[in-house]
């Protein structure tokens, strides 16, 4: 009970905004990672952002500036069992955002993964 009053504490002073659990994705079989780069007119971002963080399969979605060499400018990251349904979520997003200017670029190792360390 104590651990909980001390965490209590610390959200209401706001220290602290969320507790969450990190899930050893590749023992649970999610081996595919990809990342969509996607080119979106400036003015569509807010809508098409909003569809495609609302896939379970997006973790990560968020704007980035294009250059006159990368003309993407939103992220998608996606978690899969395959490459093939990585594919698929591109596919799904791309149909029902209407952009059909996208790369799916996926991981091929991973070097470390930890947390925030301060």
């Not at 780069?37 to 979605?61: L, Q, Y």
């Not at 250059?67 to 799904?92: G, I, M």
């Not at 996208?102 to 993964?113: A, M």
Request: glycine content about 6%.
């Amino acid at each position: 009970m104590e651990v909980i009053e001390r965490l209590n504490h610390l959200l209401e002073g706001e220290v602290i905004r969320r507790f969450s659990a990190t899930i050893g994705h590749r023992a649970l079989g999610i081996v595919a990672n990809a990342m969509i780069v996607w080119r979106v007119p400036p003015e569509d971002v807010e809508r098409v952002g909003s569809i495609m963080a609302s896939f379970d399969e997006v973790t990560h979605c968020y704007e980035r500036p294009s250059t006159a060499t990368w003309p993407y400018n939103l992220y998608s990251v996606v978690h899969s069992p395959s490459r093939d349904k990585c594919q698929k979520v591109a596919a799904e997003i791309s149909r029902k955002t209407g952009i059909d200017e996208y790369q799916v670029l996926f991981s091929e190792r991973e070097f470390k993964k930890t947390g925030a360390r301060i």
